[in-house]
Antibody
């Protein structure tokens, strides 16, 4: 069964770039589906950040599009998130996930990222 | 961009009672691409329902999704103690955009 695991620094300084990886096991990213990043700021709801389709293409939340990029490394079976010019508002639990018919049944455990100097 | 509005914000119920959660979309939801999640603190969200009415793998049949167009409902027929959580609806559009509602907290 597919398993996802986020990794990356838990602390990022303001104005710097947040970089996270999602390692996938039990399923090859190249086989299909959408792969996405979703976050939850403290005390708030879920927010979709962006997704990539393993056979081509990315899409991003319009509110973050100018600062976000998602890429894939098929050789490592992992995909990555970069969010530039971070502020305290980007402090959140970040999840990676895989879709099924528009929903997200498969999730990583989440990683807490704090933006602070 | 489709906005999802969930109501009520908080639902105070007891175990054994029926819970009815609403999700209203600002635009027509094509192909019923509407999902529901259960989210507990410290855990990843759990997909309950996708395509408005299809239960995800392992989801008990006390969870039922219904609706079409712009109005959708998640019904929990008899609340179990483990069902007290926050519930989100989520929409997908073919332009490859996903949107979440603001959530409904089901509390004792």
């Amino acid at each position: 069964q597919v398993q996802l695991q986020e990794s990356g620094p838990g602390l990022v300084k303001p104005s710097e770039t947040l970089s996270l990886n999602c390692n996938v096991s039990g399923f090859s990213i190249s086989s299909g589906y959408f792969w996405g990043w979703i976050r939850q700021p403290p005390g708030k709801g879920l927010e979709w950040i962006g997704s990539l389709y393993s056979r081509g293409g990315t899409s991003y939340n319009p509110s973050l599009e100018s600062r976000v990029s998602i890429s894939v490394d098929m050789s490592k079976n992992q995909f990555s998130l970069k969010l530039t010019s971070v502020t305290a508002a980007d402090t959140a639990v970040y999840f990676c996930a895989r879709d099924l018919e528009g929903g997200w049944p498969h999730w990583g455990q989440g990683i807490v990222v704090t933006v602070s100097s | 961009e489709t906005v999802l509005t969930q109501s009520p914000g908080t639902l105070s119920l007891s175990p054994g009672e029926r819970a009815t959660l609403s999700c209203r979309a600002s635009q027509f939801v094509l192909s019923n691409y509407l999902a529901w999640y259960q989210h507990k603190p410290g855990q990843a969200p759990r997909l309950l329902i996708y395509r408005a009415s299809l239960r995800a793998t392992g989801v008990p049949d006390r969870f039922t999704g219904s609706g079409s167009g712009t109005d959708f409902t998640l019904t929990i027929s008899r609340l179990e103690p483990e069902d007290f959580a926050v519930y989100y609806c989520q929409h997908y559009v073919s332009s490859r955009q996903w949107t979440f509602g603001q959530g409904t907290k089901v509390e004792i």
